[in-house]
């Protein structure tokens, strides 16, 4: 394979591997609006009853966008090994270019399951974690937000 043909691969890999960044953080931007506006919205109204299951209706609203957020990830990192192959081939033709692989060697390699990792737990664990709290100390109900104005 000529050394072109590796660079442009590369290329294209890379940039599919890098857009997954811009989906997740939209998925978490989604995650984070809709949990927080669907507990806002349970507040927002007189609930006569049932106030804490809209809470934690409205908490796990996030659970779809973690799963998304973790199945993106997973299809990013599928990536990893032809970006890492194309790397030590560029090595081979004099080029060099390890943009994937000098930064695995700085952090060292992530042994956690996809689903585990920071970076695609958060923002939505806090946002589940926030309503399951909200709706265990402090329940929506009748006469538990007075607006005055």
């Known amino acids: ?22 989906h997740a953080l939209t998925l978490k931007g989604w995650s984070v609006t809709v949990g927080l506006a669907a507990m806002l919205s349970a507040y927002s109204q007189p609930i006569l009853k049932n106030g804490r299951i809209a809470l934690l209706l409205a908490a796990f609203s996030t659970v779809p966008f973690y799963i998304v957020d973790g199945l993106w990830k997973t299809y ?18 004099g080029e060099g270019f390890a943009i994937i692989g000098d930064w695995a060697g ?40 007075e607006v005055r104005a």
């Not at 060292?108 to 265990?136: D, S």
Request: proline share 9%; charged share 20%.
């Open 1 to 22: 394979m000529s050394c072109d043909l590796i660079w442009n691969e590369y290329q294209l890999l890379f940039g599919a591997y890098a857009d997954f960044d811009g």
């Open 76 to 93: 990013q990192r599928a990536y990893l090994p032809r970006l890492r192959e194309l790397e030590r081939l560029s090595a081979e033709c």
């Open 106 to 145: 700085t952090i060292g390699e992530k042994v956690l399951p996809v689903f585990l990792f920071p970076n695609v737990l958060l923002p939505h664990a806090f946002i589940l974690a926030a309503g399951c709290l909200l709706a265990w100390k402090f329940p929506p109900g009748p006469g538990k937000l």
